[in-house]
């Protein structure tokens, strides 16, 4: 079924901007113009923030925070092997994936493990990255209560996904 | 964070830092060039979607929620959130952040201290609602799954759930962070 979604998108705005006479080749060029000045103005944060995230992981701080908080996270009925991707998260998309990746071959895709992990990474962001992106072209350096408030959405939503999980 | 994991570095293994660092922006390079093909589909795509009249259609749908949520009135602020969120909702993590600058450069007063819609769009793209978690599920089948979306449905309570809980949540720190300032 998914594997259609898109297609159906494409051809449907394509037909709708035949319908109210669109040029669609000019009109698309002129779109693509817009994506390397993009680029380029959120480059310096991507990679900022990559250089972080790959520091944090390689000292081995996020491992020895998971095993730190895993008692607390077990409490609130978070699997120890998942503590790692729940902090993994909000920093890194690539690094998650891999590591949901891992998770999958190693418990198998259709154990509790797995499929709890996938509706964890469903339902999160990478909030510290997009954040940054975000807010690339302006000036804004106090964002409030923001961050905090996406970070404890997350970690209610990983809660229940591991509730809905044993349910579904 | 970076001086402690610096730190951390110097003491484990002193060589590795300046390594980590370079091949981290080398990564960062080749995601930002994918990201650039990326973007000049999906930008492609969005102009003709402007163009068309079809991102107003998919506002004036949107928009009585929008002005609920968000309480801006900016019309053109309005469709740009309203696709953002569409995107996101299909999954279309890649559509939806080129929009979701787009509407935040539109909401910037220039100030240093993020208003109120802004946070909103912040906090709400990072619960957001999935309809359809694609790269998840591609990811499932991969690795042998016979049933690859039965996590579906649990995503979408989730993020339906998280996300009301973020929109009480930002209101209610609103509250008090006004009241306070008072």
């Given amino acids: ?168 | 964070m970076i001086i402690v994991s610096l730190v951390f570095l110097t003491i484990k293994n002193p060589s590795s830092i300046l390594n980590e660092m370079l091949t981290s922006s080398a990564s960062a390079f080749t995601l930002s060039l994918e990201l650039c093909s990326v973007y000049v589909v999906w930008l492609g795509i969005l102009e003709i979607v402007d163009a068309s009249g079809l991102s107003e259609k998919i506002a004036t749908l949107m928009r009585p929620l929008i002005k609920k949520i968000f309480k801006v009135d900016d019309p053109i602020t309005q469709q740009l959130i309203a696709m953002n969120l569409s995107a996101n909702m299909l999954g279309l993590g890649n559509a939806s952040t080129p929009l979701a600058i787009k509407a935040i450069n539109h909401m910037d007063t220039g100030n240093q201290t993020a208003s109120f819609p802004i946070i909103m769009l912040i906090v709400i793209n990072a619960t957001s609602i999935q309809l359809l978690p694609t790269t998840i599920i591609a990811l499932r089948e991969k690795a042998g799954s016979l049933s690859s979306a039965d996590i579906v449905l649990p995503t979408l309570i989730t993020t339906v759930f998280t996300t009301i809980l973020a929109i009480i949540l930002v209101n209610l720190f609103s509250k008090i962070y006004n009241w306070r300032k008072k």
Avoid: H, W
Wanted: aromatic share 14%.
């Fill in chain 1, 1 to 168: 079924m998914s594997i259609y979604i898109l297609p159906i998108i494409f051809i449907f705005v394509f037909c709708y901007a035949f319908c109210k006479k669109v040029n669609a080749y000019e009109t698309f060029v002129k779109g693509a113009k817009k994506a390397i000045p993009l680029v380029v103005d959120i480059f310096p944060y991507i990679a900022s923030i990559m250089i972080a995230v790959a520091l944090l992981r390689a000292s081995g701080i996020t491992e020895s925070l998971a095993t730190l908080f895993s008692p607390l996270f077990n409490f609130l009925g978070i699997p120890s092997q998942l503590v790692e991707l729940v902090f993994l998260r909000p920093f890194t998309g690539s690094g998650s994936y891999a590591l949901l990746n891992d998770i999958l071959l190693q418990y198998g895709a259709d154990s509790y493990i797995s499929r709890c992990a996938c509706v964890i990474l469903g339902c999160s962001e990478t909030i510290f990255y997009v954040t940054a992106i975000y807010l690339s072209k302006t000036k804004i350096k106090k964002l409030l209560y923001a961050i905090p408030v996406a970070l404890i959405c997350s970690l209610v939503g990983s809660i229940l996904a591991c509730l809905l999980c044993k349910i579904i």
